[in-house]
């Protein structure tokens, strides 16, 4: 099954909307963005939570003392590293290492271990840029690797990603909001709606 990822959550209304739709992960942003949480916000969301998706913490060439003391405050399950970090970045937790397309061209894919996240570069964002791409670049890594797709995604072409492309995850966020920081329901249902309904061919 694909995994759906919900980013960007702010608040607890978020983090319910994702779980209640279906999607597996939930992130945070704990790095410098719009969508930014203190620790002790998404370790709040997280504790009221009825049921736990796997929660994934957003970061962006911070020291590992840093990102550890943060995953283990808010005991997260996975690690996305969004900046220039280096191969062998530990902090204690899994970590998905986030690599952009660039003009065609993925590169260090081989340097990271699975799971790893493709998405658009742009020159003036480390963070995501909310872009797609051509997704075609990323063929071969598909059919060898477990990739996650971000960039642009949203419920009107998050259908045809899946159903041409089969990949182990997506990630949106922008994409499934009512404005920055806010989740839109009917949004998030569709979102998680549409990738179901293209793995099952429906």
Known sequence: MIRIKICGICDLEGARLAADAGADMIGFHFCD????????????????????PTIVGVFIDQPPEEVREIADYVDLDLLQLHGSEAPGF???????????????DVRGAADWPDPIMLDSWSPDQRGGTGRTWD???????????????????????????????????VDVSSGVEARVR???????HEFVQAVRRAETGR
């Open 33 to 52: 963005s719009d969508r930014r949480v203190a620790p002790e916000d998404a370790k709040a969301i997280v504790d009221e939570m009825p049921v736990r």
């Open 135 to 169: 997704w075609e670049a990323a063929r071969k890594l598909l059919e060898s690797r477990r990739v996650f797709i971000a960039g642009g995604l949203q419920p009107g072409n998050v259908g045809s990603l899946v159903s041409e492309f089969r990949p182990y995850g």
């Open 182 to 188: 806010v989740k839109d329901p009917y949004k998030v």
């Open 90 to 104: 530990d902090a204690g937790r899994p970590a998905m290492k986030v690599l952009k397309v660039r003009d065609g």
